[in-house]
């Protein structure tokens, strides 16, 4: 990933507040359209011009080609702060972050997040590389914000069970390990939406933890269908069982590994 420099002109008297309005809302729209990653974006003020650093998933993110209606409609709404259209300059390559799949073919696709990656949640099968989310048609209402949103939720929840120790943490676990809560409904159905966008078969990853033993969790069966899903060898280290049918993967219990 790519960390880059936004410069925004001011083209006449403005006001802070006016800035922070019109910049921020395009930062979102950009975040929700998958072309800049995280949801920090500090900003600075020089003389007469605003500069944001972000982080893009690669190089020309920004680029319009890629550019949503909603970011099209920031764009168009930072000139009523009196402020240019940004300046893109890209700073290097993020030394913290992973690469991008590039956009060949793969044979199938993921969503898997965990609360320490900002890329994208939806992953080349094949590869395991995060899979920009605006080289996908738009998901749902122009953009992957409902998308993007699942990851925060998913994300949430996952940092929530990691600290442990709070009453909450069951409540996220269930979230994130039961296929019928609210956040695994969500998320099977946008991989539905996206294997129909893009006809590439699309999975849902269930996380897996606790469990009685190590025997009953390596023969568990699919929770929606019940058939043996149990691969023969762990993809990527990450997935030890696979549902075709019902489009899900999981892993053995992070319990009896
Ligand atoms: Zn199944």
Known sequence: MFVVELTFECFDNTTISAVDRAVNGLMDALRYNGQVLGREFPMVMGDGLFQVRAVCPEQDSLNPVHHSGQVMGAMKKLSEACLLSPKVRVLGRD???????????????????????????????DSLLPIPLYHLPATFNGDHKAVVRWQTEWQACDEIQMAGAFKAEHAALAEITEIDSLLSIKGWDIRGRIEYLTGIPTYYYLYRVG???????????????????????????????????????????????
């Open 95 to 125: 030394l913290n972050s992973e690469a991008s799949a590039d956009n060949s073919e793969r044979s199938w696709q993921v969503l898997y997040t965990t609360y320490v990656h900002t890329c994208s949640p939806l992953r080349c099968g």
């Open 211 to 257: 469990g009685k033993d190590r025997d009953s969790e390596e023969s568990r069966c699919c929770p929606k269908c019940g058939s043996e899903w149990r691969l023969p060898q762990s993809l990527h280290d990450i997935f030890d069982f696979k549902c075709d049918r019902c489009r899900i993967v999981s892993n053995l219990s992070w319990d009896f590994q």
